[in-house]
């Protein structure tokens, strides 16, 4: 299945396409959002939110062909 993951904060340095600043590669059938994690190489305790196809998700969630996923992490602030 081909998937595309949209990174955002710290997670960008895992973005396999630069020209369309999103990580894009193909995952076997009945993967879930955090078997995706483990293909990408990010650690789980840095994603504080996760979106399939703009509607919330958990790391349990099986994608589909062409699904987007969204990572989104903490803003930090002061």
């Given amino acids: 299945m081909q998937i595309t993951a949209q990174l955002f904060g710290d997670l960008r340095r895992y973005i396999n396409d630069p020209e369309k600043k999103q990580w894009v590669g193909m995952i076997p059938k ?3 959002v955090e078997s995706l ?3 990408i190489g990010f650690p789980k305790d840095k994603v504080r ?3 399939v196809n703009d509607k ?8 589909s062909d062409l699904d987007e ?3 989104l992490t ?5």
């Fill in 37 to 39: 994690m483990t293909t």
């Fill in 74 to 78: 903490l803003l930090g602030g002061g």
């Fill in 69 to 71: 996923v969204s990572f």
């Fill in 30 to 32: 009945g993967a879930t």
């Fill in 56 to 63: 919330l998700a958990h790391l349990e969630t099986t994608l």
């Fill in 49 to 51: 939110l996760v979106l």
